[in-house]
């Protein structure tokens, strides 16, 4: 079974640059990788340049993207841009179970969305849900 993501950037604005991400969305695989490997503003953008992805991988050519590799039209998996504030929203109607931001401190923060649809803040290092 598929654990759902979605990947952001935060902007300047208000708006976070979001793609989706269909597999392994959990703290220790995808959390791990962003961390590791996407951790600057170009690599970051690097990566939302691919639109929506089955997988992530340690660079963009190691993720399996749906316009790429499946040949899916771009203009439908393209980045697309939300309100910061509707992330939530989104990402119920996405059905991801994770939502990881890029902030503009440059770090990484990762929510889970509960059952009510509200984001809860998660360590991931730890996959567990951050304690404020």
């Not at 749906?66 to 992330?87: F, G, I, Q, W």
């Not at 989104?90 to 179970?97: E, F, L, N, S």
């Not at 931001?101 to 969305?113: A, D, P, V």
Request: aromatic residues 10%; hydrophobic residues 35%; charged residues 25%.
């Amino acid at each position: 079974m598929a654990t759902r993501s979605l990947i952001g950037m935060n902007l300047d604005n208000g708006i976070t640059k979001i793609i989706y991400c269909h597999w392994d969305g959990y703290p220790e695989h995808n959390g791990q990788l962003l961390m590791d490997h996407y951790n600057t503003p170009a690599a970051i953008t690097a990566l939302m340049e691919l639109g929506d992805l089955s997988s992530l991988g340690e660079s963009p050519d190691q993720c399996s993207a749906y316009h790429r590799d499946r040949k899916e039209p771009y203009e439908m998996v393209e980045a697309r841009d939300v309100n910061t504030s509707e992330l939530a929203g989104v990402g119920d109607d996405y059905g991801v179970d994770y939502v990881y931001t890029y902030n503009n401190e440059f770090e990484w923060e990762c929510h889970r969305l509960n059952v009510s649809g509200e984001l809860v803040p998660v360590d991931i290092l730890s996959g567990k849900v951050a304690l404020n």
